[in-house]
């Protein structure tokens, strides 16, 4: 029986059909439903695949205690499953899920793929995902030579002006039928709007939730 909140990509997983390795296990790649960014990686087994089918949420098999784990049992840190995918070969399975908490390292980090030669850095998701990234980091440390600073700097006044120039560009753009220019001013366009989701703190998760919502 499957959880409501669970959106499968075939009719159903056939557990008996993945291919496990000669200990029992297949890698099960996590990543965030919304925006790509990979969470971890674990090892599941028939069983731990079942209850994860069962329940909408993640369990592994862990082979350092040699037991099941359900992920964030501990922590609250648990993941709810949206989407579940095996790939060509039915060696591997990919979850999409949403991370409670926002959490999914046992080290306190988003993503367990956080260091870069020995420095800790997010985990990167989608392009506009890293972007917003970079726009939030301008705005709690602000640089005096940054655009995006300048912006922020002038609040709704400068940003929204910019808001409604560039989406004059973009219906121009579009009249034109010009496709390279429609991309660079739609990407104008998407940049000052992230601006605005960062200056008023808007989280673009959020905006990434209510596009989820129009798919149905």
């Not at 979850?95 to 988003?110: F, N, P, S």
Request: charged share 25%; glycine share 6%.
């Amino acid at each position: 029986m499957f959880s409501s909140d669970l959106h499968l990509t075939h009719d159903t997983i056939p557990v008996e059909r993945i291919r496990y390795d000669e200990k029992g296990l297949v890698p099960a790649i996590v990543q965030d439903y919304l925006d790509g960014t990979i969470l971890m990686m674990a090892w599941m087994n028939q069983q731990s695949l079942q209850k994860t089918l069962e329940t909408g949420e993640t369990w592994f098999w862990s082979r350092s205690r040699q037991e099941l784990w359900h992920k964030g049992a501990t922590s609250g840190h648990i993941q709810k499953v949206k989407t579940m995918r095996y790939d060509c070969d039915s060696d591997a399975i990919l979850l999409g899920v949403e991370q409670i908490g926002d959490i999914a390292c046992h080290t306190g980090e988003r993503s367990c793929f956080h260091k870069v030669d020995g420095s800790i850095v997010p985990a990167p998701g989608d392009t506009l995902s890293q972007l917003f990234a970079v726009i939030c980091e301008r705005r709690d440390n602000p640089q005096q030579d940054s655009y995006t600073c300048k912006l922020l700097a002038g609040g709704d006044n400068k940003i929204l002006k910019k808001i409604g120039e560039e989406s004059a560009e973009v219906v121009m753009a579009f009249k034109d039928d010009d496709p390279d220019g429609i991309a660079s001013e739609v990407a104008d366009l998407l940049y000052h709007t992230l601006v605005a989701l960062a200056h008023h703190k808007v989280d673009l998760k959020a905006v990434y939730q209510k596009l989820q919502q129009r798919r149905k």
